[in-house]
């Protein structure tokens, strides 16, 4: 089982919809939680973070973590192309951080 | 307020040549973590260093591949006696110092390395 899951994607939304990026990660005691976007040819871009049970909103992003589920989200809404992109979800492993392989989103103007 | 700094942005190397890659982390932040993506695949981890002292190299290649964070200056990954499949892109992120699990990273532009 490998340590941070996401689904590859790509995941396709309509512009104006919202997309819903979902992680599965499998350290119990994992304490932080990150999205990064990552524009192809382009550095990771941190654009959330999560410590705690529940939700956080920043904007159009929002971030729900379940720790006894083991899960991480990422909500998009209002989505635009400029949306699209590679999402990373990481998550601890004592000082670092393991990345998932990332879901790949495709907003359709 | 300048960002983390990488550089060279690009690097082509022979194989067989020594790569160097540099890291200058954000001000005020003293940790400094390297990662590699190969093309089409997801960020791997490769080490995590601290001024002065490397606290985790459990990602890094156990030949060729040496990391370093010096009192003064900019982090340094080296790549002795590179080979085609070292051709990757390298991102050096880093965080403040934090007491509890990870602080938020944050990454440089990266290095594209193409080894001929």
């Known amino acids: 089982q490998k340590e941070v899951e996401q689904n590859s994607g790509p995941l396709s939304v309509p512009e104006g919809a919202i997309a819903s990026l979902n992680c599965t990660y499998s350290?119990?005691?994992?304490?932080?939680f990150f999205w990064y976007r990552q524009y192809s040819g382009k550095s990771p871009e941190l654009i959330m973070s999560?410590?705690?049970?529940g939700d956080k909103e920043d904007g159009r992003f929002t971030a729900q973590l379940n720790k006894a589920s083991q899960y991480v989200s990422l909500l998009i809404r209002d989505s635009q192309p400029s949306d699209s992109a590679t999402y990373l979800c990481?998550?601890?492993?004592?000082?670092?951080?393991?990345f998932g392989g990332g879901t790949r989103l495709m907003v359709k103007p | 307020n300048a960002g983390v700094m990488q550089n060279p942005r690009h690097l082509v190397r022979r194989r067989g040549q020594e790569a160097r890659l540099r890291c200058s982390p954000m001000?005020?932040?003293?940790?400094v973590y390297w990662y590699r993506q190969l093309p089409e695949e997801g960020l791997k981890f490769m080490v995590y260093?601290?001024?002065?002292?490397?606290?985790?190299e459990s990602g890094m290649p156990k030949e060729r591949f040496s990391a370093e964070f010096p009192k003064e200056g900019p982090s340094i990954l080296r790549i002795q006696q590179v080979v085609r499949g070292d051709s990757a892109a390298y991102f050096c992120?880093?965080?403040?110092?934090?007491?509890?699990?990870?602080?938020?990273?944050?990454f440089g532009p990266g290095t594209r390395l193409t080894v001929t």
């Open positions: 992120a880093s965080s403040p110092p934090m007491t509890v699990g990870a602080g938020e990273q944050y």
């Open positions: 350290d119990r005691v994992s304490q932080s």
């Open positions: 999560i410590y705690s049970n």
């Open positions: 990481a998550v601890n492993r004592g000082n670092m951080l393991t």
């Open positions: 001000k005020g932040h003293s940790h």
């Open positions: 260093l601290q001024k002065e002292n490397i606290i985790d």
